[in-house]
RNA sequence: GGCCGAGUGGCAGAGUGGUCAUGCAGAGGACUGCAAAUCCUUGUACAUCGGUUCGAUUCCGGUCUCGGCCUCCA
């Protein structure tokens, strides 16, 4: 029994699909633009748990993750840069490829580009056009959100609030100020495609709402993404969808994930206060990545420290050192194996299931050969379902390691300890960690 | 200002109306040539003030503090 908190009731509620045979999943993807940050990295590897939870209870989900590449925060970077918007999609597109790869992300079941898809935003805008809830002014279309009743339901703001915030960008042509942009005009260096309202191009929301449509259809079981997108994004996606599709509900469960902090404050563009993933990975393999990224709730905001990722390569070692000798035939322990998905199962509590994991450990530890097999093949498979511990990390040792490694050898048979202990140091550089058991000298690469 | 969310032991971080979270760090011990790994032992934790209750860290209300959204943002 999966539970998930439902950002639009608020509540943690009971999964229950549309149709158990097949699962529908999307979560808004990245804008690419810019190096992805950690903060981009979160969604990703949160749903990717889901997605991997889901594939364990249910036998066939589809997963669509969009690219974002037409978007004037591209436009404008591109120009910055004095490059095609093109080459600057691509190149970024490609780096959070690279993120995919080294944060064992599995990949959705479709990766759309915006721009391959125009035709199907055109006819979702006509069609709410047509239904009289969008109209045409100054080149733009607008959605008039004073036709949807329920608007704000989801990111639970009443239509008075949004006024009195008055911060929403006030274009004299709206006939009212939180009317949103469904198309505009394009200039001649612009990208631009035809359309029945000329030459322009898509706004922010629209995208995701045809590309739902074109991919899962009008109402799916999950839609996803940043909390930070519940508003406007999310609330102006449902509100377009639902008025397209005669009132049929865009997602039954809304699931948002916390934001990373800096020193407790939200890492932003804004502030600056960015931490790039590429940094984080000259320094830390991506697993260590991965798990400091699932080391916290999904709804609970995350400080990134360095404190916290060294904590986290900790764990994997230890980890990894409980599955060291495993023959890959053990079978796994269902009842521990079940008390690890019933943490998952409870809306994502990835930090107990990990507590779980290290419960395990200590069993592996404590156990007769026999009954060894059986935890580690558990705690694998636990790992399995995070995304961890695949790594086959016995890797293959250079000719100089192995040299060393023999010269230790001996020079311990030899009791030439001086000696051993100057090799194990020397390895240790190098990235060996040797250690000395009852079987012997053993040794495992970081 | 409005709407959310959070305050747990040295740190990180789950959870619960009444005997255990867990991990890291610390202390003591076992093992070891030394390490490492592992095992055993070890901690007056739940912002604050009231209320409900036989009993609250857990429920309710007030207060304080912090964060998020209301603007591009994952």
Redesign the pocket.
């Known amino acids: 029994m999966l539970y998930l908190y439902n950002t639009l009731t ?1 509540e943690k509620e009971l999964f229950q699909p549309l149709d158990p045979h097949h699962i529908k999943m999307y979560v ?1 993807g ?2 690419v633009y ?1 190096t992805p ?1 950690i ?2 990295a ?2 990703p590897v949160i749903f990717d748990v889901l997605y991997r939870l889901l594939k364990e209870i249910y036998p066939n989900i589809t997963y669509v993750n969009n690219i974002t590449d037409v ?1 004037d ?1 591209i436009n404008a970077r591109a120009k910055e840069l004095g490059i095609p918007i093109r080459e600057l999609t691509d190149s970024t597109l490609k780096l959070y490829q690279d993120m995919t790869k080294s944060l064992s992300i599995l990949s959705p079941d479709h990766m759309p580009r915006v721009t391959d898809h125009i035709p199907e935003i055109i006819l979702f805008i006509q069609k709410l056009v047509d239904l009289e809830f969008a109209y045409i002014v100054s080149d733009h279309v607008l959605f008039e959100v004073g036709k949807y009743k329920r608007y704000g339901k989801l ?4 239509l008075d ?2 006024i ?6 006030v274009a004299p042509y709206k006939k009212d100020p939180r009317d949103f942009v469904l198309w505009k005009p394009s200039d001649e260096e612009t990208p631009g495609w035809e359309s029945p309202w000329g030459r322009g191009r898509p706004g ?1 929301h629209i995208e995701c709402s045809a590309l739902i449509k074109t991919f899962l259809g009008e109402t799916i079981d999950i839609h996803g ?9 999310h609330e102006n996606e449902n509100a377009q969808s639902i008025c397209a599709h005669d009132g049929e509900p865009l997602a039954k469960y809304w699931f948002h ?5 800096v020193n ?7 502030l600056g206060n960015i931490i790039l993933l590429e940094d984080v990975l000259k320094e830390y393999n991506g697993e260590a990545v991965r798990l400091t990224l699932l ?3 999904y ?5 990134w ?1 360095r ?2 990722t060294e ?1 986290s390569a ?2 994997l ?2 980890f990894y ?2 599955l060291d000798g495993y023959s890959g035939n053990g079978s796994v322990d269902q009842k521990l194996f079940s008390k690890f998905l019933n ?1 998952l199962n ?2 994502l ?1 990835i ?2 299931g ?2 779980i994991m ?2 395990i ?2 069993l592996i ?2 156990a007769d050969n026999v009954s060894r097999e059986t935890f580690q093949a558990t705690l694998k498979k636990c790992g399995e379902l995070l995304g961890l511990l695949g790594k086959n990390y016995q890797k293959d040792l250079s000719p100089k390691e192995l040299e060393l490694i023999e010269q230790r050898k001996k020079a ?1 048979a030899d009791k030439n ?2 000696l ?2 100057q090799l ?1 140091d020397e390895l240790k550089e190098l990235g060996v ?5 009852k079987e012997g000298q053993k040794w495992s690469k970081i």
């Open positions: 608020k808004c990245p804008t810019a940050h903060g981009n979160r969604p978007d925060k990111s639970n703001k009443t609030q949004l009195e915030g008055s911060r929403i960008e922010w993404g940043g909390i930070d997108l519940t508003f406007p994004h994930n916390g934001l990373i902090t407790g404050v939200k890492m932003s563009k804004s080391s916290a709730h709804r609970q905001p995350l400080d420290t404190k916290r904590s900790e764990t070692k230890k050192n409980a943490a409870d809306d509590n930090p107990l990990l507590s290290h419960e450990t200590g530890h404590k311990r300890f001086a051993s202990d194990r960690i040797i250690e000395d058991t």
